[in-house]
């Protein structure tokens, strides 16, 4: 069964930052994207960024220069480093697995999310 745990999340002042991380498991990890996305408090689903197979990132333009992912193969896991957080970050963060190698496909399997909250 696929598993995608996430952790990392916690609260943090305006500036700060934070690093997600999301183990996965039971899939060929280094054969396909992942994701993160995020919902902020009453709203919808919202793309952050997604790496391919190859390390070909894509990103938001709203974390566009602010947020970092990488993947380590030999762990299975994906990071997100949030630098300069602002209070408009605040969101439950989940890491998804593509379809596919490539970030355009669609996520099919999801962890359960971790929080971050960015506030003074």
């Known amino acids: 069964e696929v598993q995608l745990v996430e952790s990392g999340g916690g609260l943090v002042q305006p500036g700060g930052s934070l690093r997600l991380s999301c183990a996965a498991s039971a899939f060929p990890f280094s054969s396909y994207a992942v994701s993160w996305v995020r919902q902020a408090p009453g709203k919808g689903l919202e793309w952050v960024s997604s790496?391919?197979?190859?390390?070909?990132?894509g990103y938001a333009d709203s974390v566009k220069g602010r947020f970092t992912i990488s993947r380590d193969n030999a762990k299975s896991t994906v990071y997100l480093q949030m630098n300069n957080l602002r209070a408009e970050d605040t969101a439950v963060y989940y890491c998804?697995?593509?379809?596919?190698?490539?970030?355009?496909?669609?996520?099919?399997?999801w962890g359960q999310g971790t929080q971050v909250t960015v506030s003074s």
């Open positions: 998804a697995k593509n379809w596919g190698s490539a970030w355009s496909t669609p996520c099919e399997y």
């Open positions: 790496v391919n197979s190859g390390d070909y990132a």
